[in-house]
């Protein structure tokens, strides 16, 4: 009896001592916080990173966060990711998510776009506003059919609020913040949900559209909720997730502005930029192609905006403070993901480019097609284009370049490959809604490394071209529609504003003066009606309808 008494008591000042331990473990980094507080010897740029630096690990509740979602299957894919592709029985989840946001516009928003269309209208007598109302940028569409728009959307549905049964996308207060009063149109819809509905067999956006300037502001202004690492890629980038839902792709700023790459340097070794996919949307407007997705810089809080709101902790645990006593991160991909390569900030702060998504895929399938003229990416070997004489004749009997407007297509993204400096396009994608007659989106535009060494524009001695592109080719060579000068008037709208130096906008107008040179000696070669297809057919004015791109 008395040895069944001394365990029983054992086994109590056990449990106590347990019970000590676990109370002082919790104790402890508050009393180490405290006993630090007193420290002046360190100085530091700013609080936050300083805080957080001795903070160490999350408390407990955000370790459990961070440990249930790394434990899910897309651990370092976005939780909300609308690049996801859903199983089967996802797409009509994926719709309802549709309409369930769709009614969560309000008035506060309406006053934040009517604000931003009356800030953002052209400056009477600049030049983007003169070349905006040249002839060639008022030429109208084709009528659209049902079978032209990407999503179909009946203007006279009201959706309820509760239709939806999916509780994840509500969170704490914003679904009081996004609340619909009354009945709402589709005017009233968010602007990312807008753009949506705005893309078309022929264009991404049409011109002058409201909606892109509000959605580019969205991208500067929305709160960020989460962030996640993208999926696949060499080189890292980050999924954001706004207040609003919307979403978008953000690349860090990984070099300055001044930075050259070497001569040397093979064309898929260097860094991505974050100013040449700004630059690249600019651009795109500016030739009239409307193919890149919205895309604005931002200045973005890596410790409020990036560590504290991210749920993956693959992320999460590589954020540091260095020696200079920045935060910094470096991610995990496959290439420049390491300590020697990390982001970092100055000392918290670190700007990037945001690119607007694209509709889920589960509403919106892709294409990715394999570009006929990429690169080798080998060291020692050609591309097959490269070595043979009779490639493009080849291409041109081969489905889809055999028929429609694809090759002209290519064309275009060719020329705009080129004013960037963009050697690295191996794959593009289509909408497969509108099969082989549709345009080329042009996402992922890396380019700007080299402002002296300019390669021939070798996909031009294919000699073919639209007249549209070739006519804008030649206006924007003319002083008073100068592209160098466009572009910096474009670009000096952005937030991060210089995007590109000097010697980038006067390395567009010399290659731009490249691509017509070899244009020029396609003709004499050829002829005009051979080289120049004219998708101009029609068009008596402005006002009229033309009857489609490049149609043969």
Request: net charge neutral; charged share 25%; with cysteine.
């Amino acid at each position: 009896m008395i040895l069944l008494r001394k365990f029983r008591v054992l086994i109590l000042m056990v449990f106590l001592i347990a019970c000590s331990m676990h109370i002082m473990i919790d104790l402890l980094p508050k009393l180490e916080r405290h006993s630090n507080s007193g420290c002046s010897c360190s100085h530091t740029p700013s609080e936050e990173p300083q805080s957080w630096g001795k903070q160490g690990w999350p408390n407990k509740h955000t370790l459990r966060i961070l440990q249930d979602f790394s434990n899910e299957p897309s651990s370092n894919v976005s939780s909300h990711s609308l690049e996801r592709i859903p199983a089967t029985g996802d797409k009509t989840q994926a719709l309802r998510r549709l309409e369930h946001l769709g009614q969560r516009g309000d008035r506060k928003r309406q006053f934040i776009q009517d604000a931003t269309v009356t800030k953002n209208m052209p400056v009477k007598g600049s030049r983007l506003s003169a070349l905006y109302d040249h002839p060639l940028y008022k030429r109208s569409l084709p009528p659209l059919t049902d079978e032209d728009t990407l999503f179909n959307v009946n203007t006279d549905i009201r959706f309820d609020p509760k239709a939806t049964e999916d509780q994840a996308w509500n969170t704490d207060g914003t679904m009081d913040e996004f609340s619909p009063m009354g009945e709402l149109t589709a005017d009233s819809y968010p602007n990312w949900l807008r753009f949506h509905i705005g893309i078309n067999r022929h264009e991404l956006y049409s011109r002058h559209n409201p909606v892109i300037e509000a959605l580019l502001k969205d991208l500067v202004i929305q709160k960020i909720t989460s962030v996640a690492m993208k999926s696949g890629g060499t080189q890292l980038k980050l999924i954001m997730t706004f207040q609003n839902y919307g979403q978008a792709l953000f690349k860090p700023m990984k070099q300055t502005r001044e930075q050259e790459t070497p001569p040397d340097f093979f064309y898929f070794s260097d860094f991505e930029r974050h100013n040449a996919e700004i630059a690249a949307f600019h651009l795109d407007r500016i030739l009239d192609f409307r193919r890149v997705p919205p895309v604005a810089g931002r200045l973005v809080n890596m410790t409020k905006e990036i560590r504290d709101v991210t749920r993956d902790k693959k992320l999460w645990r590589t954020f540091f403070i260095s020696p200079a006593n920045n935060v910094c991160f470096y991610g995990e991909c496959s290439y420049y993901c390491s300590t020697e390569h990390a982001l970092c900030g100055k000392p918290d702060q670190i700007e990037g480019s945001l690119a607007a998504f694209l509709p889920d895929l589960a509403l919106a399938k892709r294409k990715t097609w394999r570009n006929p003229w990429r690169r080798s990416y080998h060291k020692r070997k050609k591309a097959e284009w490269e070595v043979d004489p009779d490639y493009c004749e080849e291409v041109k009997q081969t489905p889809p370049y055999d028929s429609g407007t694809r090759l002209l297509d290519v064309m275009d993204m060719t020329i705009f490959d080129f004013l960037m400096g963009n050697m690295d396009r191996h794959h593009y994608e289509t909408f497969e809604k509108f099969g082989n007659e549709t345009f080329i989106i042009h996402l992922d535009n890396e380019c700007l490394q080299q402002l002296r060494i300019d390669s021939s524009p070798w996909l031009l001695s294919f000699c073919r071209v639209r007249k549209s592109t070739h006519l804008r080719l030649q206006l924007l060579a003319k002083e008073e529609y100068k592209l160098s000068t466009l572009m910096a008037e474009s670009l000096v709208r952005d937030r991060l504003s210089p995007i590109l130096i000097q010697p980038h906008l006067e390395a567009m107008d010399r290659r731009l003066r490249q691509v017509l040179n070899v244009l020029t000696e396609c003709i004499e070669k050829e002829g005009y009606s051979y080289v120049v297809e004219d998708d101009l057919q029609g068009d008596q004015g402005s006002d009229h309808p033309h009857n489609g791109p490049g149609r043969r």
